[in-house]
């Protein structure tokens, strides 16, 4: 499929910080871009997702933004707590519209 | 609603031979992807069924096959395992249209383990 990069793949801060997540991606075609949190040892579940028609989304501590033209989107997390500390992914639909696919993964560690 | 159910949670073969795994979807959700979890690959996507149909599917070699059944239930084929099968395979059902479009919900996984 299509590339989906993840940066960084690993992110350290500490609690009440704030933590940026940075994906792009090559497929023009993409209109859908969901971000998924995976807690060590359990399924991922989507936290938060944004459509092509909107450039922010927010949702309490946690905000996604997305640039079409630069072809990439972030996720943002303000006042980070320990228990935000999690491998997350990001997501882009591809042309085809029946799928996903998903960068490499930001393994976030809050601590206390 | 109960979620969405994978069997066997785990799975130990050896090299050539052949696996298949199971995915139960959300009642109602006709939409089932399937992906192979690797540690430092993230998800890599394998292939996505609608009402029994093959809608597309990713890089992997033919080893690789699937179905789906009336029921949205779905099964996933490796034949002539290689070490390189190891891993979790996550099952994910949708509803509406798919996965471009609406939430996808995932299964536990069954983590495949080749020696």
């Known amino acids: 499929g299509e590339n989906v990069e993840q940066h960084p793949s690993t992110l350290s801060v500490q609690e009440g910080d704030s933590a940026v997540i940075k994906c792009t991606y090559s497929d023009s075609a993409s209109n859908y871009f969901p971000w998924y949190k995976q807690e060590l040892g359990k399924r991922p579940q989507l936290i938060i997702d944004i459509r092509s028609n909107v450039g922010e989304k927010k949702d309490q501590r946690i905000a996604v933004t997305l640039n079409k033209t630069a072809k990439h989107f972030s996720l943002h997390i303000t006042e980070t707590q320990p228990e935000d500390s999690a491998v997350y992914f990001c997501?882009?639909?591809?042309?085809?519209?029946?799928?996903?696919?998903f960068g490499k993964g930001t393994s976030l560690l809050v601590t206390p | 609603k109960a979620g969405v159910t994978q069997t066997p949670r785990y799975l130990i073969k050896t090299r050539g031979q052949q696996v298949t795994l199971s995915c139960s979807p959300i009642?109602?959700?006709?939409?089932v992807s399937w992906y192979q979890q690797t540690p430092g690959q993230g998800l890599q996507f394998l292939f996505e069924y609608f009402s029994e149909t093959q809608r597309n599917k990713g890089n992997f070699p033919g080893r690789f096959s699937g179905r789906q059944f009336s029921n949205s239930r779905s099964e996933m084929n490796v034949s002539t395992l290689e070490l390189g099968d190891s891993a979790l395979y996550l099952c994910?059902?949708?509803?509406?249209?798919?996965?471009?479009?609406?939430?996808?919900?995932f299964g536990p996984g069954t983590r495949l383990t080749v020696l």
């Open positions: 994910a059902s949708t509803p509406g249209s798919g996965p471009a479009y609406n939430e996808q919900f």
């Open positions: 009642s109602g959700h006709r939409s």
């Open positions: 997501a882009a639909s591809d042309s085809s519209g029946y799928a996903l696919n």
